[in-house]
C-alpha cells in the first residue's frame, strides 16, 4: 500500500487550497489527514470512513475544512477554506482501521505518506 499526497503550496491568509491523496493499494476503513509543525507532535486534522460521507475533524478545522474519499478513484481530498497562519504545517496522509472512536489517534492508521508542506502567510 502507498500514498501519495500533493496540492500543498505557499498561500495567504483567507485563501483556500485542496490537497489530494492517491491511494493504490488494498481499502482501508479510514482515511485521515494529520499535520506537524517542528518540534510538535504530529496532529489530528480529519478523517472519513469507508462506508460513509461522515466526516471527522478537529476543532481547529471544523467549518473550514472538508475532508472526502472517492472510493472509485482510491483518492482523498481535503479542501481548506479560509486558511491562517496557524495552518501552516507538513500535512501527511494516513490510511488505517481504527475504530470510530479513535479516528484521531494517529497509532491507528498504519500507512501514511511522504507529506505536503502548506504555508499560510498574513
Known amino acids: 500500500v502507498q500514498l501519495q499526497a500533493s496540492g500543498g503550496g505557499l498561500v495567504q491568509a483567507g485563501d483556500s487550497l485542496r490537497l489530494t491523496c492517491a491511494v493504490s493499494?488494498?481499502?482501508?476503513?479510514?482515511l485521515g489527514w494529520f499535520r506537524q509543525t517542528p518540534g510538535k507532535e504530529r496532529e489530528f486534522v480529519a478523517a472519513?470512513?469507508?462506508?460513509?460521507?461522515?466526516?471527522y475533524y478537529s476543532d481547529s478545522v471544523k467549518g473550514r475544512f472538508t475532508i472526502s474519499r472517492d472510493n472509485a478513484k482510491n483518492t482523498l481530498y481535503l479542501e481548506m477554506n479560509t486558511l491562517k497562519p496557524e495552518d501552516t504545517a507538513v500535512y501527511f496522509c494516513?490510511?488505517?482501521?481504527?475504530?470510530?472512536?479513535?479516528?484521531?489517534?494517529?497509532?491507528?492508521?498504519?500507512?501514511w505518506g511522504q507529506g505536503t508542506q502548506v504555508t499560510v502567510s498574513s
Open positions: 472519513v470512513i469507508r462506508d460513509g460521507n461522515r466526516g
Open positions: 494516513a490510511a488505517g482501521d481504527p475504530i470510530i472512536s479513535s479516528v484521531s489517534a494517529s497509532l491507528g492508521y498504519k500507512v
Open positions: 493499494g488494498r481499502t482501508f476503513r479510514s
